[in-house]
């Protein structure tokens, strides 16, 4: 397994990020999360992302539990703030009363006295970034938190924000968006200014929601039991791109990733990792055997001409508006 620095932080991640949104606590019972969160261990993962509100803050006791044992020492250990984790008012947003509270929920949870990076899982337009950041800061000198990062934040949130923390002597390391060949809205805005500050790209959803698997074919239903007929779940955010026009363009680039040897999945994730602000793609797996192929995209060092052909195949139903991260925002909160 590759590992990356993360930022200005010295601290190395592994290149493969092992995610639990969408599965631990919810669609996978705990037994098959832990083993498939063992297998990650055993590929050499080190990096574990979750959230206090996935799966109504069960994603987190579940990864706590299957890292159990583990040399806390050897894990890189993430997790996010923002969204509603309970029916109060309060429990919800970047306020310092939400971010203290949170922090303690997350750290029982996960079983652990410190989480590695703590990331504001949105950005909070209803409190000031100022009330935000001292909150966090505060984390950091108390030792609950090692290092700090955004998630879906703009190019300018980003800026304000390592001004702020800069200020505060607190290392902001890390930005957490979507970005996959289908989506690449960081690319314009986002990414120039982290490389400027000295701040690393850790992105989600790198398959485009399973899509870039290549599994969902023009003119056919979803195979039973796929994230597309979740209705729980992956469905309202594969829907997007379950069209017509992006899934000819997707088995067109999988026929090309088949002349080159490799799987749909693979291709698409090593396309990821070429982005050198990218130091961690997080990936989620439902089975153990599923880890264990994903992690071989490390090793595939894309031929720039294949590269070249991918993109433009994919161009036309890839969307690159640096303005979505904005668009996508909630403006209040509940």
Same mark, same amino acid.
């Given at each position: 397994?590759?590992?990356?620095? *993360? &930022?200005? +932080?010295?601290?190395?991640?592994?290149? !493969?990020?092992?995610?639990?949104? /969408?599965?631990?606590?919810?669609? $996978?019972?705990?037994?098959?999360?832990?083993?498939?969160?063992?297998?990650?261990?055993?590929?050499?993962?080190?990096?574990?992302?979750?959230?206090?509100?996935?799966?109504?803050?069960?994603?987190?006791?579940?990864?706590?539990?299957?890292?159990?044992?583990?040399?806390?020492?050897?894990?890189?250990?993430?997790?996010?703030?923002?969204?509603?984790?309970?029916?109060?008012?309060?429990?919800?947003?970047?306020?310092?009363?939400?971010?203290?509270?949170?922090?303690?929920?997350?750290?029982?949870?996960?079983?652990?006295?410190?989480?590695?990076?703590?990331?504001?899982?949105?950005?909070?337009?209803?409190?000031?970034?100022?009330?935000?950041?001292?909150?966090?800061?505060?984390?950091?000198?108390?030792?609950?938190?090692?290092? *700090? &990062?955004? +998630?879906?934040?703009?190019?300018?949130? !980003?800026?304000?924000?390592?001004? /702020?923390?800069?200020?505060?002597? $607190?290392?902001?390391?890390?930005?957490?968006?979507?970005?996959?060949?289908?989506?690449?809205?960081?690319?314009?805005?986002?990414?120039?200014?982290?490389?400027?500050?000295?701040?690393?790209?850790?992105?989600?959803?790198?398959?485009?929601?399973?899509?870039?698997?290549?599994?969902?074919?023009?003119?056919?239903?979803?195979?039973?039991?796929?994230?597309?007929?979740?209705?729980?779940?992956?469905?309202?955010?594969?829907?997007?791109?379950?069209?017509?026009?992006?899934?000819?363009?997707?088995?067109?680039?999988?026929?090309?990733?088949?002349?080159?040897?490799?799987?749909?999945?693979?291709?698409?994730?090593?396309?990821?990792?070429?982005?050198?602000?990218?130091?961690?793609?997080?990936?989620?797996?439902?089975?153990?055997?599923?880890?264990?192929?994903?992690?071989?995209?490390?090793? !595939?060092?894309?031929?720039?001409? /294949?590269?070249?052909?991918?993109?433009?195949?994919?161009?036309?139903?890839?969307?690159?508006?640096?303005?979505?991260?904005?668009?996508?925002?909630?403006?209040?909160?509940?």
């Amino acid at each position: 397994m590759e590992h990356r620095f *993360l &930022g200005n +932080s010295g601290m190395r991640v592994s290149a !493969i990020s092992y995610g639990n949104w /969408l599965t631990h606590g919810s669609q $996978v019972e705990d037994d098959a999360a832990i083993e498939a969160v063992h297998a990650a261990l055993d590929a050499g993962i080190t990096t574990f992302d979750t959230a206090d509100v996935y799966a109504g803050t069960k994603a987190e006791t579940v990864l706590g539990e299957a890292l159990r044992g583990v040399q806390r020492e050897s894990i890189e250990l993430f997790t996010k703030v923002f969204w509603p984790t309970g029916p109060g008012l309060n429990q919800q947003g970047l306020s310092r009363k939400h971010i203290m509270e949170s922090i303690d929920g997350s750290l029982k949870r996960l079983g652990t006295d410190h989480i590695d990076l703590y990331q504001a899982h949105r950005y909070d337009h209803c409190t000031p970034l100022e009330v935000t950041m001292s909150a966090f800061a505060d984390l950091v000198h108390q030792g609950k938190v090692a290092y *700090l &990062g955004v +998630s879906e934040w703009t190019a300018e949130q !980003i800026r304000d924000a390592k001004v /702020l923390a800069d200020d505060l002597k $607190v290392p902001l390391v890390s930005s957490q968006p979507q970005y996959s060949l289908l989506w690449r809205v960081i690319e314009e805005e986002v990414v120039p200014t982290c490389e400027e500050l000295g701040i690393s790209q850790i992105v989600w959803s790198p398959l485009a929601q399973g899509v870039l698997t290549g599994k969902y074919q023009p003119g056919e239903e979803p195979p039973d039991g796929s994230r597309a007929t979740d209705e729980a779940g992956g469905k309202n955010m594969i829907s997007r791109w379950m069209n017509d026009d992006v899934l000819t363009a997707v088995q067109q680039v999988s026929a090309l990733a088949d002349e080159a040897g490799l799987t749909m999945a693979n291709m698409a994730l090593a396309w990821v990792l070429r982005n050198p602000n990218v130091a961690s793609a997080i990936v989620g797996a439902s089975r153990a055997d599923q880890v264990t192929r994903i992690v071989e995209a490390v090793d !595939i060092t894309l031929d720039d001409d /294949l590269v070249a052909q991918v993109e433009a195949i994919l161009e036309p139903v890839s969307i690159s508006d640096a303005k979505r991260t904005l668009k996508d925002q909630p403006k209040q909160r509940l």
